[in-house]
């Protein structure tokens, strides 16, 4: 009696771990596109918190979703470059927006690359 019941409460242990570890491996990617904004910012003051203090812009920006206001400087299949200093990533290729065009663009902030001095966001889309 004891044997079925080890048995049968390991069992239902594994079940439920393996329920609980398939959720979280297979659970769906956050969709940036349709979350609300923790930020609202130019390209330029994004940039100089990240040159003044990383640490400090990385608590406040990254793996958040915000709203970037700036001025196309380029644009590279899937890449646009606002103010020279943030390169935002999307999903497919996009048109071009225009260059020296104002623009206003909605992405996850991963982080600042301190090699090429600049801020980084992907899963953008243009507003």
Partial sequence: MKMKKRIIITLVFLIGTGALLYGFLYKEARDVSNEASAFTVTAKKLSDEYLANTVH???????????????????????????????????????????NKNITIKGRCIGFDELFGEVKLDQCTIK
């Fill in 57 to 99: 812009a990385d608590a406040k920006y990254l793996n958040k979703t915000i709203d970037l206001n700036g001025v196309v400087t380029d644009v590279k299949d899937s890449l646009v470059i606002i103010n020279h200093k943030v390169v935002c990533g999307f999903d497919t290729a996009i048109g071009n927006p225009g260059i």
